[in-house]
């Protein structure tokens, strides 16, 4: 299926990795432009090198910390038009409520949490002004179902869902789609950390990680291919309905019972 994403201007963040690198793949597959935008520079250019040799849509990359709001505006300031948002850096520690400082917290919600808001709010403007746009908000399924031990991520979740249905609800009066993703537990870098603190937690060796996945559905975590193909199919005009809607991935693990 042509998704006609051929030629549009794709804005991907935390894409030097993970779910951010997979779905920066899909839209060049595509035949999007596609900018890599990352902390590292030279992790993000790594990733970029091959995904420039394997697609003809041109492939850039730009560096910034996210959670630093002038360097939100530095970056948008650089840009082209950009015709889809994909916001999706962020990497909020686990632990409980006694385990994390104040401190921490902020620092963890300026990126995932106040980054996509800030970043969700100088596109919207500029979408809005030329009227038509979509952005992608990549969230998580821990704000659908909190658990103590993520309790710093699941509330920022949580209010990012919030967010993602408020914005997008009202932004179809100006040709602009605001839509969400859930993603359950994916096969990331971030997985094995967050497992492997739980792991400490539960059985006080950390080596015990993958014992955190079981049971999962379809015996197996998401692979970020999988929800990068969801962000470009509902991004794209041939799935151009969709606004304020965010779409949970977690092979019907939720209903699976306690």
């Known amino acids: ?59 850039e990359t730009m560096s910034a910390d996210l959670s630093l709001s002038a360097e939100r505006e530095r970056l948008w300031a650089g840009l082209p038009a950009i015709d889809v948002l994909v916001n999706n850096a962020g990497a909020i520690p686990g632990g409980g409520l006694l385990d994390l400082t104040l401190e921490r917290w902020e620092e963890a919600w300026s990126l995932k949490v106040m980054g996509y808001i800030h ?31 993520y309790v710093c991520g699941a509330t920022g979740n949580a209010a990012l869902i919030a967010f993602t249905g408020a914005v997008g609800g009202k932004a179809s009066e100006w040709g602009v789609r605001v ?35 079981a049971g999962l559905p379809f015996g197996r975590p998401i692979e970020p291919r999988e929800i990068a193909n969801a962000a470009a199919f509902l991004a794209s005009p041939t799935c151009g309905y969709v606004s304020g809607a965010v779409l949970d991935i977690d092979g019907g693990g939720a209903f699976r019972g306690a």
Do not use: C, H
């Open 179 to 213: 839509f969400g993703i859930n993603p359950a537990a994916t096969r990331t870098d971030r997985i094995v950390s967050l497992s492997k603190q739980r792991a400490r937690a539960t059985f006080g060796d950390e080596s015990r990680w993958e014992e955190m996945l």
């Open 119 to 149: 970043l969700t709010q100088i596109a919207l403007a500029a979408m809005k002004a030329r009227g038509s746009g979509v952005i992608v908000n990549i969230i998580g399924m821990a704000g659908r179902s909190p658990r103590y031990d």
């Open 1 to 59: 299926m042509d998704l006609g994403l051929n030629g549009r201007t794709v804005l991907v963040t935390g894409a030097s990795k993970g779910i951010g690198l997979a779905t920066a793949e899909v839209f060049a597959a595509e035949g999007a432009r596609v900018i890599m935008v990352a902390r590292d520079a030279g992790r993000l250019d790594a990733a970029a090198t091959p995904l420039r040799e394997r697609y003809q849509g041109p492939i």
